[in-house]
């Protein structure tokens, strides 16, 4: 189905790993591309709920691929940083939640592909980045943006102006990941998580995400009312009656997602 991405879908997860070990998953043109395509798959499938989203081998992604970046003019630059930014903003806007599993390096692109998942897990050996001020570039795939609003605007200066990477721990500490797991129980923990998700109702989970995404960009009183209209959908469905009859009889509910 893909060249450079392996992708499955088993008990309702997505599995969408980026597949190209010996560049240490490097993000080329055609793994932006192909990743495009794998998350619209996941937004489209109704036999999915959830996607966890990892690297084969010893990495994430180790960043984007400089060898298609160091001829490019800076018109062509801008167009590479644009795709970037597109498919990242894409995985974050789909409504099935996207988990994160780092499993090596997450640096310069490979960071920023991290940040655009719902939920970050990372095994202990995981190593995040912005690298970029080192090859006189700035990160370009949202990285700016995204960076600051996860662990604070003067943490995301210092990572990006310094280009020093974080160890799985620390990422934990400012707020970059939100669990760090042995590698072997990576997987595990995520598909864990992603049936808990599953479990509750779906028109409730893409709300959150929905308020969440749209929210944190406006100021608070407008973010509330933002909050105020997504409660519609779910407070308009078959779940949410289902959902309250099952706690008010003290039975686990059965959503159906209508």
Known sequence: MFENLKYEVKDHIAYVTVNRPKALNALSKEVLDELYQAFTMVDQDPEVGAAILTGEGRAFVAGADIS????????????????????MNHIEEISKPVIGAINGFALGGGCELAMACDIRIASVNAKFGQPEVNLGII???????????LVGKGMGKYMMMTAEMVNAQEALRIGLVEKVVEADDLIPTCEKIAQTIMSKAPIA?????TAVNNGIMLDVKTGIAFEGEACGAPFCSEDRKEGMTAFLEKRPAKFENK
Do not use: C, E, W
């Open 205 to 209: 989970i893409k709300a959150v995400k």
């Open 139 to 149: 990160p370009g795939f949202g990285g700016t943006q995204r960076l600051p609003r």
């Open 68 to 87: 298609q970046m160091v001829d490019l003019s800076g018109i062509a630059g801008q167009d590479m940083m644009k795709q970037g930014a597109l498919v």
